[in-house]
DNA sequence: TTACCTGCAAACCGTTTGCCTAGCA
DNA sequence: TGCTAGGCAAACGGTTTGCAGGTAA
């Protein structure tokens, strides 16, 4: 039998300030990204604190985690609806703000149904400004 | 300056077994389990030698590399062109066959474009058969 | 005063690499 | 004979965990 466990979240400086960092748009760092931001104010805090709190912070769905194949998970202080793309030279990745309903696009009613489908993930890829003007 | 490096494949028993293994429909081993299959033929066969031929399989375009977040990568013998759905329980990985052009309906012209766009990822999410039967 | 939160270090897991031998072409 | 592929073990990168002390409520 499984008893759900009961959690209260507590305040702590260190996870405002992980928040504080995810304030603001376009901005998608990485852990070690954040770590290094945290460490300005607080040069004690450990990585192992940051991962806890952008876990705990993504379950009470006050950010949005981004997978990433391959690399790194990155974070999106965001929460309005959208999407994102990856450049695949650099690594970056940038808001794509989608004019329409994806749900609509995307009708799953024609997807044939073995499993029950409760969502999708759907991640752009392509090359970045800064990468297309680089000469090599 | 980049010298491309000129790569030529020779035959190996190894590699065979591999393709082997994956030559079977709506079937998504990762390397663990493709190790686990190959050792049956050959015992001496290394976990090294499995990620080496998976990476020069799907460089070959012989097989598909499925990135999973969180979780070993899966790989598809199948090269027709299909999309995936792995389950939120159990993490099985089965193909979906959609019907109609998904380029026409993610029309990457309808995306604002301060990225050159070169493709997009979509994968689906949901619940199995054998995970939605199951009493808890 | 209770439990959540922290810092530190060690462990973890999937994957890659270095080294040296085996074996295809 | 030259160069790719293999086996083994160690290293790697990102992430999680155990523990003991710190701190919010």
Redesign the pocket.
Known sequence: MIVEA??????????EAVMAVLDKKNYHP???EIYDMVKKQ?A??????I???V??LSQMGKIWKIEIP????RYDGNMEKHYHIRCTKCGNVNDVWFKGNMNKIINLKNIEKKFSITGYRIEFEGICDSCNNKTH
Do not use: C
């Not at 004690?44 to 604190?49: G, K, P, R, Y």
């Not at 391959?70 to 998970?73: D, I, L, Q, S």
């Open positions: 009961k959690m209260t979240y507590r305040f702590s400086k260190q996870r990485t852990v070690d607080y004690q805090v450990s990585l192992a604190t991962y806890r709190n876990e705990q391959e690399g790194p998970a």
